[in-house]
């Protein structure tokens, strides 16, 4: 980063910088004083005319308890940029009302540290996840001199791959996240958005060929093998339950770095972190957790880290229209979910065409992803939990619902990769196309055989949701296509990264270039960014936030002269 913010090439960012960062963004920007802070959207309800939000302060009740300074804000546009990570997911376990230690989220960490580490009681924590947070409440406890019982859930996916920041991989060291924005290595993932870079020859090659899965295997057990290696996990018995339960190539998103400032797993080696792949029956009075399997553990504190809700705590108004807004939901009609499933299943048979290594990926149970279990009201003992399963995110290129005439309604940030300032930069600006009717025609299809399928099939996607009467055939047979495309993105992310979050929302890693492929040439620009044609592409090195600098520019020369970008 810049000189100013006191971070060198190839040290890792504090969190407090990248706060600051921000605000001197918003200050440069004029935008500081357009933000409400500490304020929240409890209500979005759609109009006649746009959008009616209800907000409140945050934090802030009248005697009896409820919230005062309510307001509503009302506009004909709206983008929700609230991402995936602003609720944690809650801890529910049977004896939390008589567990006297303190439960903790890893989400109020920072609020509550000194109540965690200033307490000379509490000698020994619990931290219950497998991801990359749990890791930093571990490590934050064990070094501040605490004994800490690590659990992971012996019926969820295990741990995430954790790994230096840079790896050797064969003779090359390699800065390991910039593998994922290297035009070659592109190509060994199987990604529905590949053709989109112009190499799609390659790919097909790749993924439609004996030889070239072959290759492919290779490729990723190799990476798999120096990441495990690497980090050290096969060097002790104990940090054998730290290993993936699967391949690298499963996994997106769920690849975190060891930016720690000593090695944590010595913590692991030398006892004063215990690792247990159980899951937790219930709390138990006092400060006790009881395991299925009947064994307990006596603690002083447990920190949950069980990730973030992905459907998002502001109410959308009518509650029948979350379906079409794309929103996670667990009031889908009858006939939607038949609508969804057809899609699906034609989705699943365009995407093991295409690439037959996922007809062998890993079939996973999604009960951690979208079905979340609550206990009874009461908490009365011996009543069963509850289940309710949600949609998952269905939004068009993963940012605007397929359905909606209006184009008033844009997500940003429910797409997970590892390249979050160019997905940002990018979308942002796709956004406003969108918004304002500036893609122009209906951009590239996903799909090989969308146009001929669509327009032969009989299917009703067009009209589950009152979509434009069958005379307009134009028009139907783009909302079909938008339906169509929205399940394949969506079924190809979950076969894709079965062990991230695919399940829920888009979630990928080596995908996210030909992603951004495919907005910039839906804004009408040229993606092939390095110079020199396809030997840039190629041999130009990984793709990085300087080289989309110039994008806002190029869009705004196209809108005043069309033809500049053709």
């Given at each position: 980063m810049h000189e100013r913010f006191g971070v060198k090439q190839g040290e890792h960012i504090p969190g407090e910088v990248i706060h600051e960062y921000f605000r001197q963004y918003a200050d440069k920007l004029d935008l500081t004083k357009r933000i409400l802070l500490e304020t929240r959207v409890r209500i979005v309800e759609k109009t006649g005319e746009g959008w009616r939000l209800r907000v409140e302060p945050a934090g802030v009740l009248t005697h009896d308890g409820q919230p005062t300074g309510a307001r509503v804000i009302t506009c004909n546009k709206l983008i929700v940029a609230t991402g995936l990570t602003s609720s944690p997911a809650p801890l529910e376990l049977m004896g939390s009302e008589d567990f006297q230690k303190p439960i903790i989220q890893f989400a109020d960490l920072a609020r509550r540290e000194k109540e965690l580490l200033g307490d000379p009681s509490i000698q020994h924590a619990t931290v219950f996840g497998s991801g990359k947070s749990a890791y930093d409440c571990v490590y934050l406890l064990a070094s501040s001199g605490r004994r800490v019982t690590w659990v992971m859930r012996a019926s969820g996916h295990g741990p995430i791959y954790m790994a230096p920041a840079h790896i050797y991989v064969g003779p090359f060291?390699?800065?390991?996240?910039?593998?994922?924005?290297?035009?070659?290595?592109?190509?060994?993932?199987?990604?529905?958005?590949?053709?989109?870079?112009?190499?799609?020859?390659?790919?097909?090659?790749?993924?439609?060929?004996?030889?070239?899965?072959?290759?492919?295997?290779?490729?990723?057990?190799?990476?798999?093998?120096?990441?495990?290696?690497?980090?050290?996990?096969?060097?002790?018995?104990?940090?054998?339950?730290?290993?993936?339960?699967?391949?690298?190539?499963?996994?997106?998103?769920?690849?975190?770095?060891?930016?720690?400032?000593?090695?944590?797993?010595?913590?692991?080696?030398?006892?004063?972190?215990?690792?247990?792949?159980?899951?937790?029956?219930?709390?138990?009075?006092?400060?006790?957790?009881?395991?299925?399997?009947?064994?307990?553990?006596?603690?002083?504190?447990?920190?949950?880290?069980?990730?973030?809700?992905?459907?998002?705590?502001?109410?959308?108004?009518?509650?029948?229209?979350?379906?079409?807004?794309?929103?996670?939901?667990?009031?889908?009609?009858?006939?939607?979910?038949?609508?969804?499933?057809?899609?699906?299943?034609?989705?699943?048979?365009?995407?093991?065409?295409?690439?037959?290594?996922?007809?062998?990926?890993?079939?996973?149970?999604?009960?951690?992803?979208?079905?979340?279990?609550?206990?009874?009201?009461?908490?009365?003992?011996?009543?069963?939990?509850?289940?309710?399963?949600?949609?998952?995110?269905?939004?068009?290129?993963?940012?605007?619902?397929?359905?909606?005439?209006?184009?008033?309604?844009?997500f940003l940030g429910m797409i997970m990769n590892l390249q979050g300032a160019i997905t940002n930069h990018i979308a942002s600006i796709w956004a406003f196309a969108y918004m304002n009717g500036e893609l122009g025609s209906l951009p590239r299809s996903l799909s090989i055989t969308n146009a001929r399928k669509t327009s032969r099939s009989n299917e009703q996607p067009a009209t589950t949701y009152g979509a434009p009467p069958e005379k307009d055939d134009q028009m139907r047979t783009e909302t079909a296509r938008l339906l169509y495309e929205t399940a394949l993105f969506n079924r190809f992310s979950d076969r894709r990264s079965p062990y991230g979050y695919g399940a829920r929302n888009p979630d990928f890693a080596f995908d996210a270039l030909p992603f951004f492929d495919m907005l910039v040439q839906d804004l009408g620009l040229n993606s092939w960014r390095k110079g020199w044609g396809w030997i840039g592409e190629v041999f130009g090195g990984p793709y990085l936030p300087r080289d989309y600098e110039g994008l806002v520019d190029e869009w705004k020369n196209k809108r005043s002269n069309p033809k500049s970008c053709s």
């Open positions: 060291y390699c800065w390991l996240e910039m593998l994922t924005s290297i035009r070659l290595f592109t190509w060994f993932s199987p990604c529905v958005l590949g053709d989109a870079d112009g190499f799609g020859y390659l790919r097909s090659l790749l993924h439609g060929t004996r030889a070239g899965r072959w290759f492919i295997d290779k490729f990723w057990k190799k990476l798999e093998t120096e990441t495990v290696e690497q980090a050290g996990l096969n060097k002790h018995e104990k940090l054998k339950l730290l290993q993936p339960d699967a391949g690298a190539v499963w996994y997106a998103t769920g690849l975190g770095i060891l930016n720690y400032p000593t090695n944590m797993y010595d913590f692991v080696t030398a006892g004063q972190v215990e690792v247990l792949r159980k899951n937790i029956e219930r709390l138990q009075r006092g400060n006790m957790i009881k395991f299925s399997d009947g064994e307990t553990v006596e603690m002083d504190a447990l920190v949950s880290s069980m990730g973030w809700e992905f459907a998002p705590d502001i109410e959308f108004l009518p509650r029948d229209l979350r379906a079409e807004f794309g929103i996670p939901s667990t009031g889908l009609s009858q006939s939607q979910k038949d609508m969804w499933d057809q899609l699906n299943a034609r989705a699943d048979v365009e995407i093991f065409e295409r690439f037959p290594m996922l007809v062998k990926g890993p079939k996973l149970r999604h009960d951690a992803l979208v079905v979340r279990e609550h206990l009874p009201t009461a908490s009365v003992e011996g009543m069963p939990r509850t289940k309710q399963e949600y949609s998952p995110w269905r939004l068009w290129r993963g940012l605007a619902p397929p359905l909606q005439k209006e184009k008033n309604l844009v």
